[in-house]
């Protein structure tokens, strides 16, 4: 059966997908009803309430892409997301006498208000002061060992995505205000790994801004490239459940006030993470060119050939381009609304980089 709910009725789209899980049964929300729902009386987009949101586009003059205004203090925000898109922490490295290596990183998760677009504040839990958390980087069969503290003010812990021990999870042992834990295991598979906070509620802690992009690189390594890291994440600035911004690496619209420098011709590969709480999905769109998607980064041979990516959270990929033409393009969500909202950057493509 169709929900009986009147034109009238204001349903925001959450509220919708709250009906098929609950109240209407399992087959409330099926092939059948949502055209219905789609074009009957019932308008999801058309009533949905939306909260006050300043990055919310009005309509204006000539049309012009709607963009915040100004940029954020990179010095009070403590990372740049232009150095953060290329920085990789390979942690301290130390070769045994087996000629195994140990990669040790400290940790620690705090409070700390961040600026996500110009004058919007969010009240974060991070690691290491920045999120997304730092990016480590290791090799397949490295020894990994976290020294992970949690100097915030509710309990944290660090779930690696890959292959270990159950006590090395992150998901039990959790680690109170002021207690420390050490995570060790050996780094497998290769691949695009994340790792985040699997406290409860897991929603919370997550979208509260603790999760990180883990690399593991495959013993032969992969072919030269210009390589970055773009993880996709949004925030509930209001805790109402729905997003206000959109952003890759936390900070809406950017890389489209700051494009990424890239070479004509010169491969780039993107380790791209979707993070993004409360929305189903999120993707990567990329303007005027192809890419190769390894999906997980987990497969060095065989790829998918696009030019638009959807993942659910927890999902990743590795991608692979070159531009065949200099200028500008632009890289966004292809959901228009999470564009609108900051998810939105270019590349600048030059003979040189330093032309
Ligand atoms: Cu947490």
């Known amino acids: 059966m169709a929900p009986n709910l009147s034109g009238n009725e204001r349903v925001r789209r959450r509220s919708l997908l709250q009906f098929g899980a609950g109240g209407?049964?399992?087959?409330?929300?099926?092939?059948?009803?949502?055209?219905?729902?789609?074009?009957?009386?019932?308008?999801v987009r058309a009533q949905e309430e939306t909260p006050a949101n300043p990055l919310e586009t009005r309509p204006h003059e000539g049309h012009t892409p709607g963009m915040t205004v100004g940029d954020v203090d990179i010095a009070r925000l403590g990372f740049d997301p232009s150095v953060?898109?290329?920085?990789?922490?390979?942690?301290?490295?130390?070769?045994?006498?087996?000629?195994?290596?140990?990669?040790?990183?400290?940790?620690?998760a705090f409070d700390k208000e961040i600026e996500i677009a110009?004058?919007?504040?969010?009240?974060?839990?991070?690691?290491?002061?920045?999120?997304?958390?730092?990016?480590?980087?290791c090799t397949e069969g490295d020894r990994v060992r976290v020294h992970f503290s949690n100097a915030g003010t509710h309990p944290h812990t660090i779930h690696f995505h890959g292959i270990h021990p159950a006590n090395m999870d992150g998901v039990f042992e959790v680690v109170e205000p002021r207690q420390t834990f050490v995570y060790e295991f050996d780094a497998e598979p290769f691949g695009l790994q994340l790792y985040h906070c699997h406290a409860v509620p897991l929603k919370r802690h997550i979208h509260k801004g603790l999760y990180g992009t883990f690399i593991i690189d495959?013993?032969?390594?992969?072919?030269?490239?210009?390589?970055?890291v773009m993880v996709m994440n949004a925030f509930d600035t209001n805790f109402d459940g729905d997003n206000e911004v959109y952003a890759v690496n936390t900070v809406g619209f950017h890389y489209q006030k700051h494009p990424i420098p890239v070479k004509l011709n010169e491969t780039i590969r993107v380790y791209l993470v979707n993070i993004t709480?409360?929305?189903?999905?999120?993707?990567?769109?990329?303007?005027?060119?192809?890419?190769?998607?390894?999906?997980?980064?987990?497969?060095?041979?065989?790829?998918?050939?696009?030019?638009n990516l959807m993942l659910c959270q927890g999902e990743r990929?590795?991608?692979?381009?070159?531009?065949?033409y200099p200028g500008k393009?632009?890289?966004?969500?292809?959901?228009?609304?999470?564009?609108?909202l900051g998810w939105m950057g270019m590349f600048d493509v030059?003979?040189?980089l330093n032309a």
């Open 24 to 43: 209407l049964g399992a087959t409330a929300i099926t092939a059948a009803t949502l055209p219905l729902l789609g074009r009957g009386s019932l308008d």
């Open 277 to 307: 709480e409360f929305d189903l999905i999120n993707s990567f769109h990329i303007h005027g060119n192809f890419m190769k998607v390894f999906r997980t980064g987990s497969d060095l041979e065989r790829f998918e050939w696009t030019d």
């Open 118 to 137: 110009p004058g919007i504040f969010f009240p974060a839990w991070t690691y290491n002061g920045q999120v997304p958390g730092p990016t480590l980087r």
């Open 329 to 340: 393009y632009m890289f966004h969500a292809h959901q228009s609304e999470f564009a609108e």
């Open 317 to 324: 990929a590795v991608l692979e381009m070159s531009f065949k």
């Open 84 to 108: 953060l898109v290329s920085t990789f922490d390979y942690g301290e490295a130390t070769t045994m006498a087996d000629g195994s290596v140990v990669r040790e990183w400290e940790i620690a």
């Open 218 to 228: 495959p013993k032969q390594g992969r072919p030269p490239a210009q390589e970055m």
């Open 350 to 352: 030059r003979e040189g």
